[in-house]
């Protein structure tokens, strides 16, 4: 799990978009890939005055495998929120090797008294190692209270051998928008295969009406997707896939009668549109609105 200035970038200009309401639970400790002088000229950068911390609050990090490297000098995720004017942050893990505030297997439902507490829960680089995907979005929603908004991170392209899985915007707009969460908002973010903690990443808008097109890259894809819970918000839904956007006119039944036709369509003819629709999309999405470098 970690944070690099794109992401830090991201949550900052998401917590000026609306505060970030307390507590804020983090799914494993983040590793934060910046210094405190960094992040305050990200922040400054954003419009936001970095706010003052506890002078006895410890500024270098937390994770225990980057001391004594030269990472150790990069500061905690503790720190980060601090600079954001965030006092009560929590991290949940399942091991308590960087000793997380919650010890918990969200493959299993969290206990009651964790349910309903969160303003904002930030997956940024775990839901992708949990094998049992439903259970964390049902978790997810118990942790959050209502009003409560999700933030995920999670890798989309290129990352095999990092994970179980790797996720796409639909995965998320079409969980979400079945289970009635509402501000549903997602990025592309595009960066280097090495050095992504230094390279600077592109960002891309993927809305609704787009984010089943194909985005096709040589470098990693990262996704982030926004959600807020509402009082008639729900997590056992099942979606389908592509029931909102370009799709919204189309049922899942007619979905799957295309899926019959398409047996009867020539292999070639098959190979050959693929072949086009890869020459079409293999630089980057040009229906997703590029947003600049973070």
């Not at 051998?161 to 009635?180: C, E, R, V, W």
């Not at 009406?209 to 997707?225: D, G, Q, T, W």
Request: charged content about 25%.
């Amino acid at each position: 799990m970690g944070l690099n200035k794109g992401g830090l970038r991201i949550l900052i200009r998401e917590h000026k978009k609306k505060r970030f309401e307390e507590p804020i639970l983090t799914l494993g400790r983040e590793c934060v890939y910046a210094t405190v002088d960094e992040i305050k000229k990200i922040l400054v950068s954003e419009g936001l005055k970095p706010a003052d911390i506890d002078p006895n609050l410890s500024l270098i990090t937390n994770i225990p495998d980057w001391q004594n490297t030269p990472k150790a000098k990069y500061t905690s995720d503790v720190v980060f929120f601090n600079l954001m004017g965030i006092k009560e942050i929590y991290a949940l893990d399942i091991s308590d090797y960087e000793k997380p505030d919650y010890m918990w297997d969200i493959n299993i439902p969290i206990p009651i008294d964790m349910e309903n507490r969160f303003g904002i829960v930030i997956d940024s680089g775990t839901m992708e190692h949990i094998f049992d995907v439903r259970s964390a979005f049902a978790n997810i929603f118990r942790l959050l209270k209502i009003g409560g908004r999700i933030i995920h991170m999670s890798p989309a392209s290129n990352y095999i051998g990092h994970s179980l899985y790797q996720f796409t915007p639909g995965l998320f707009y079409d969980y979400y928008n079945a289970n009635k969460f509402t501000d549903l908002r997602c990025f592309i973010m595009e960066h280097s295969v090495r050095k992504p903690e230094r390279i600077a990443s592109k960002l891309y808008k993927c809305g609704a009406s787009n984010y089943n097109c194909l985005f096709i890259s040589s470098k990693r894809l990262a996704v982030i997707f926004h959600a807020e819970k509402t009082p008639s918000s729900t997590y056992n839904v099942i979606p389908y896939q592509g029931v909102i956007g370009d799709a919204q006119s189309e049922s899942p039944v007619s979905s799957l009668k295309f899926q019959r036709i398409k047996k009867f369509v020539p292999l070639f003819i098959w190979r050959f549109v693929r072949s086009v629709v890869y020459l079409r999309f293999r630089n980057k999405a040009k229906v997703y609105e590029y947003i600049g470098k973070i």
